[in-house]
């Protein structure tokens, strides 16, 4: 999924229907590791498809997995078991990590463990990560693992003889009060050498997200591992463990990425009457500590039911109650808190969010700086954050808002669009949830709802070959838009009506009108789709061009056309390219262009672009074409060419495809209202 570089959300107001999760992170890398240690092969269904997911996949394919994906649900990986590691003798094999502490953690504990000669790095970010706890646990048993930057951090050097002999006799100490994943890695990776003798580790200080302990021991048995516990202070597993593959593995939804949604449905009213929105693939009995959030939500104000498998929320309280809350078990989906704070009566505070300064950025001082852009009064302490919302719509402000490369911060800020101001949103570097939901935004806004007046689209209107579709389909690639190309629903009308055997002519207006009024039509990304046969190319030939030119004179065939071409103004906004789009469909656009280029110019580059296809034509034939359609669009009675009186003119005769581009952007923002 290509994200541009910031993205605009209109206010929302609502939000219903149901909305499908990908899978648990958590899960999902966890569950990739385990069936990398076990023998034989694991089907993974539900695995999330992500940043974190993909570099751990990249490392097991690295050290010798087999990966097969017999349809985008179902993973099938193939464990190394007993197979011999690499000799610790050899040239390192170099594992790039990304951003992912799931990957990173339990990684330098498997392969330590194992034996073998391996690098693991990641992004800077990666590197400024805590994993001293992890590496001194591991250096108290005898493994050989230094780090090759900043003690303390990644990036490590793992040169481990599988055959020497480690300290395995006495409880492996860790702490727990830094990061969860430290105990996680070793629960994970430490049956490999409990063949013969069963091994405990010792928690050292209070373990932090203890829920997150609570995933590994449940997959853990799964895969068949035995563990005896003393609550979360000592954990045994048991001699002659193995990990044995369970076959089939279904991943839950992620009840983290939940979060956003239950908070959305928590704030945002329904039109739908009181029925909210569906969450489906994470239920009430979640093995996710995240799920928990729900009490706090529900603490606030948001009313949610549900079964095993999903989730139904709705707004309850309103506006919500502010709480205080030690958000030790939530320590991700806390967050989202802080963004329901927004709409909060009072002050929120969340407590004992220490982990968060450690986390893919400082989130605390991160979530205080752009809640504070939006309005909010924050008070940040070393493991706390306090939110006092805008004090009402009058103060709240039209944010553009950082994201520190951290997913959570993209999703929960997000939910600043359903402000009471009805002001529009900038999220800066959207991208950053490919981490762990690539697809969140399309989500989130497949499910709000808002005025259509409120969702902006910009027209770009003109002659044949101005150049009209590729400044249009540039604008709508920069901004995260949709496109409206108008002409392709006259020129599938044309074709539509050849493929019926019936003419372009006046004659045949009404039929033609009923053809228009039903076209079985489908885009997608790229191509064109007229009753399920690809004709991308098909409608772009002269021939249809200029049969397309005469059916749009007919003005039953026009209004059979319009509700096709209201349907694509959705959020989060438009691009619309035509000869009547700022003066008949969207007279309201907020930014309307007129494109011109001179006839000269537009024959030549109609002519390039034909020539480049293979097609045979003279420049002279091109232009007495277009001027002949140029004619007819502006001659005719119903929707002529014209610019819209409040349409910016601007000739590309002389301009390149991105300074027009530029040109239009620049015009765009400048009717932003977001402080910079
Ligand atoms: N500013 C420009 N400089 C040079 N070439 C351009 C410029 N703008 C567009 N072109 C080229 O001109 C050709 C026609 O552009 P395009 O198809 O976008 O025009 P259009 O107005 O959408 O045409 P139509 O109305 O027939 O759909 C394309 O090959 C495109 O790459
Ligand atoms: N909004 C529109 C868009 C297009 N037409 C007509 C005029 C053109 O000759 C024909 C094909 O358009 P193109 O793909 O070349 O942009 O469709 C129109 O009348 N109104």
Redesign the pocket.
Known sequence: MDYPAFLDIPALQGVAGRVRLPGSKSISNRVLLLAALSEGSTEIRGLLHSDDTRVMLDALRRLGCTVQTPDADRLCLGGLGASPPPPHTGAPVKLFLGNAGTAMRPLAAALALRGGHYELSGVARMHERPIGDLVQALQQLGCAIEYLGTPGFPPLRIRQDAAAPLALDRAIRVRGDVSSQFLTALLMALPQRAQQRELSIEVVGELISKPYIDITLALLERFGIALRRDGYRRFTILAGSRYHSPGVLQVEADASSASYFIAAGAIAASDTGQKGLKIEGVGLTSIQGDIRFIDAARAMGAKITGDAHSLQVRRGRWPLKAISLDCNHIPDAAMTLAAMALYAEGTTELTNIASWRVKETDRIAAMAAELGRLGAHCEAGEDYLRITPPGDAAHWRAASIRTYDDHRMAMCLSLAAFNPAGLPLRILEPGCVAKTFPGYFDALLGVAQTAAERIPVICI?GP?ASG??TLAAAVAARLGYHLL???????LTALSAAQHGVGPQAANEAVLAELAASLPVRFDATRVWLAGQDVSEAIRTEQI?MQ??QV?QLPLV?SALVALQHGFRRLPGLVA?????GTV?FPQAPLKIYLTASAQCRAERRHKQLISKGISTTIADLRADLEA?DAR?MQRQS?P?KPAEDALLLDSSELTIDETVDRVLGWWQARQPFAH
Do not use: F, H, N, Q
């Open positions: 209107d044949t009209k579709g190309d108008s002409g392709a629903l006259y020129r061009g397309a030119s749009s026009r390219d035509g000869r009547d789009m469909i359609r669009d929707a060419l």
